[in-house]
T-cell receptor, first 112, second 111 residues
Framework: GNSVTQMEGPVTLSEEAFLTINCTYT??????LFWYVQYPGEGLQLLLK?????DKGSNKGFEATYRKETTSFHLEKGSVQVSDSAVYFC???????????FGAGTQVVVTP | NAGVTQTPKFQVLKTGQSMTLQCAQD?????MSWYRQDPGMGLRLIHY???????DQGEVPNGYNVSRSTTEDFPLRLLSAAPSQTSVYFC??????????FGSGTRLTVV
């Protein structure tokens, strides 16, 4: 069945370090892929998305590339800030619009 | 620019009580959905709707009912609350594959 696997957290980094969060998915067809971010006490915000193979989504210094051959959508940022501390969710749109399949989330903690 | 509005933000229920979580969107989105967020499990789909009058079950529908009488509103009803329904609930709306807009959530505790 459909599933999303992302690396477990918490991931603790120092400011200006490089961040990678791995995400792989199992789905039929070629779903749209998303990264959402949840800051403490808030709802989910769309961080970036990709709708077809080899697309690169980017926003706020974060990037992720849709890799069909490895069914992956890893999130990266070259230099994190304390304000990037949040929970990051990988997700894809399943076989019909209106439904998202989420990973378990990865908590990222950035220290000064 | 309200987006997706959820009420209430917090709620405490006793086991066996019923209640309705409200969700309204002002973007004329066709698709609306309800998720619950539990620690270590991400968000799981409860029910969703692809338009007024059309609803369907998601991954964890038991104990919840929905209806969609208008494009704007998609209430979630808990028929007889149980401690296992203690969670944070998020409503979302979308239009095609353009991404989803989430509400700010309802934190529900069932005692």
């Amino acid at each position: 069945g459909n599933s999303v696997t992302q690396m477990e957290g918490p991931v603790t980094l120092s400011e200006e370090a490089f961040l990678t969060i791995n995400c792989t998915y199992t789905a039929t067809g070629y779903p749209s892929l998303f990264w959402y971010v949840q800051y403490p006490g808030e709802g989910l915000q769309l961080l970036l998305k990709a709708t077809k193979a080899d697309d690169k989504g980017s926003n706020k210094g974060f990037e992720a590339t849709y890799r069909k051959e490895t069914t992956s959508f890893h999130l990266e940022k070259g230099s994190v800030q304390v304000s990037d501390s949040a929970v990051y969710f990988c997700a894809f749109e399943t076989d019909s619009w209106g439904k998202l399949q989420f990973g378990a989330g990865t908590q990222v903690v950035v220290t000064p | 620019n309200a987006g997706v509005t959820q009420t209430p933000k917090f709620q405490v229920l006793k086991t066996g009580q019923s209640m309705t979580l409200q969700c309204a969107q002002d973007m004329n989105h066709e698709y609306m959905s309800w998720y619950r967020q539990d620690p270590g499990m991400g968000l799981r789909l409860i029910h969703y709707s692809v338009g007024a009058g059309i609803t369907d079950q998601g991954e964890v529908p038991n104990g919840y009912n929905v209806s969609r009488s208008t494009t704007e509103d998609f209430p979630l009803r808990l028929l007889s609350a149980a401690p296992s329904q203690t969670s944070v609930y998020f409503c979302a709306s979308s239009y095609g594959p353009s991404g989803y807009t989430f509400g700010s959530g309802t934190r529900l505790t069932v005692v």
